[in-house]
T-cell receptor, first 114, second 113 residues
Framework: DTGVSQDPRHKITKRGQNVTFRCDPI?????LYWYRQTLGQGPEFLTY????????KSRLLSDRFSAERPKGSFSTLEIQRTEQGDSAMYLC????????????FGPGTRLLVL | AQSVSQHNHHVILSEAASLELGCNYS??????LFWYVQYPGQHLQLLLK??????LVKGIKGFEAEFIKSKFSFNLRKPSVQWSDTAEYFC???????????FGTGTRLQVTL
């Protein structure tokens, strides 16, 4: 059973640079979610897809953030012009369908912006 | 918008002690409730969930939780903790119409030998 995978696991970048993260969901899952977690907090929702359609975006997601899920398989999350406040763990999760279904989380990508 | 409160931020227990972690949510409609656990160095994984039926839900590793609608609560319990239960525990909620999860701030549980 291959779970949710994320790449890279760690990223260090300088302020102002662009970064892109990838998430590969569990293969039969049609929903894919992105969350962000900072120290001492629970994960906060960023956005989610059903197949290739982006159905909801959080107000936390500024214009510098963009996410895609071409062909309804893997997803990418790009942050442009990174700021120190973007430093966090970025988590991806996938589920098979409706809201009562379990969301399975990946290991996360830890971003540090210097 | 829904919100989740976990009042215990850090709990230290001796092995074999009983555990109860509090979780309260605010939302007036139908909710689905989840407890996730994150062991050191591992990713979030589901302990148990409730969406309908018997309000006492049993999960993995001997954990259970009780949904009390009148109190907007979904407390996690375990009668006898083990050292291996040392982890961070997150309560989360979503609704029938919005599948995004809203998490509490988490409770760090430390079990001593």
């Amino acid at each position: 059973d291959t779970g949710v995978s994320q790449d890279p696991r760690h990223k260090i970048t300088k302020r102002g640079q662009n970064v892109t993260f990838r998430c590969d969901p569990i293969s039969e899952h049609n929903r894919l979610y992105w969350y962000r977690q900072t120290l001492g907090q629970g994960p906060e929702f960023l956005t989610y897809f059903q197949n290739e359609a982006q159905l909801e975006k959080s107000r936390l997601l500024s214009d510098r953030f963009s996410a895609e899920r071409p062909k309804g398989s893997f997803s990418t999350l790009e942050i442009q012009r990174t700021e120190q406040g973007d430093s966090a763990m970025y988590l991806c999760a996938s589920s098979q369908g409706p809201s009562r279904e379990t969301q399975y989380f990946g290991p996360g990508t830890r971003l540090l912006v210097l | 918008a829904q919100s989740v409160s976990q009042h215990n931020h850090h709990v230290i227990l001796s092995e074999a002690a009983s555990l109860e972690l509090g979780c309260n949510y605010s939302y007036g409609g139908t909710v689905n409730l989840f407890w996730y656990v994150q062991y050191p160095g591992q990713h979030l994984q589901l302990l148990l969930k409730y969406f309908s039926g018997d309000p006492l839900v049993k999960g993995i590793k001997g954990f259970e939780a009780e949904f009390i609608k009148s109190k907007f609560s979904f407390n996690l319990r375990k009668p006898s903790v083990q050292w291996s239960d040392t982890a961070e525990y997150f309560c989360a909620v979503n609704t029938g119409t919005a599948s995004k999860l809203t998490f509490g701030t988490g409770t760090r549980l430390q079990v001593t030998l």
